[in-house]
């Protein structure tokens, strides 16, 4: 069992930066590939990106590639998304995820994790 609690949410202008934590409970942290998905108002959740037990392989959306990094700390059983030149149309909610699926796997077939945080909402005004 593995609980999830993210943050680091908030409002940025365009243009800005912010880094999201998501703090994960349980012994065997280390061995989940681990996900930030986003949903936006209306629409339905999406992948933003992935990261593999060790850190070493790394999945990107088309739509943040170049402007997100996805990391973690085993020690700290946290993982990381630091974002960068945001524009309006990443707010979102913004979920962390932990699955035991390959993080390609994970990357190409949806939303389908085994655990879910609750969520921290970002807003990137105009």
């Known amino acids: 069992q593995v609980q999830l609690v993210e943050s680091g949410g908030g409002l940025v202008q365009a243009g800005g930066s912010l880094r999201l934590s998501c703090a994960a409970s349980?012994?065997?942290?280390?061995?989940?590939?681990m996900g930030w998905f986003r949903q936006a108002p209306g629409k339905e959740r999406e992948f933003v990106a992935a990261i593999s037990w060790s850190g070493g392989r790394r999945y990107y959306s088309d739509s943040v590639k170049g402007r997100f990094t996805i990391s973690r700390d085993n020690a700290k059983n946290t993982v990381y998304l630091e974002m960068s030149s945001l524009k309006p149309e990443d707010t979102a909610v913004y979920y962390c995820?932990?699955?035991?699926?390959?993080?390609?796997?994970?990357?190409?077939?949806?939303?389908?994790?085994?655990?879910w945080g609750k969520g921290t909402l970002v807003t990137v005004s105009s």
């Open positions: 995820a932990a699955d035991n699926r390959d993080p390609a796997v994970v990357a190409g077939s949806g939303v389908g994790m085994g655990y």
């Open positions: 349980g012994r065997t942290f280390s061995s989940y590939t």
